[in-house]
Nanobody, 118 residues
Framework: QVQLVESGGGLVQPGGSLRLSCAAS????????TAWYRQAPGKQRDLVAK???????NYADSVKGRFSISRDNAKNTVYLQMSSLIPEDTARYYC????????????WGQGTQVTVSS
């Protein structure tokens, strides 16, 4: 059974930084597109950042220049480095991996809470 285990969330003050990690059990991890989504209470789940197997990145406009997605294929892990955090970044962040947009090979983590507050 595929597992995605996220870590790194927490409470941070505005202007601070956090790094989220997601370890995935899919194989071969390097073939999968990896992404981070977030969902605030009462809102839909939105894409934050995506990194394809070929290295192409895509970011939501609201996080461009502040967040960076990366991956370590040797560790089967995807990261989200978040800087200059603002209260509007408060949400539950979910890791996603997908193989060639297949609905049958699309997996989610359990989410990790990020709260930006003074």
């Amino acid at each position: 059974q595929v597992q995605l285990v996220e870590s790194g969330g927490g409470l941070v003050q505005p202007g601070g930084s956090l790094r989220l990690s997601c370890a995935a059990s899919v194989r071969p991890f390097s073939f999968y597109t990896t992404a981070w989504y977030r969902q605030a209470p009462g809102k839909q789940r939105d894409l934050v950042a995506k990194l394809t197997s070929g290295g192409t990145t895509n970011y939501a406009d609201s996080v461009k220049g502040r967040f960076s997605i990366s991956r370590d294929n040797a560790k089967n892990t995807v990261y989200l480095q978040m800087s200059s955090l603002i209260p509007e970044d408060t949400a539950r962040y979910y890791c996603n991996v997908n193989f060639r947009d297949s609905p049958n090979l699309n997996y989610w983590g359990q989410g990790t809470q990020v709260t930006v507050s003074s």
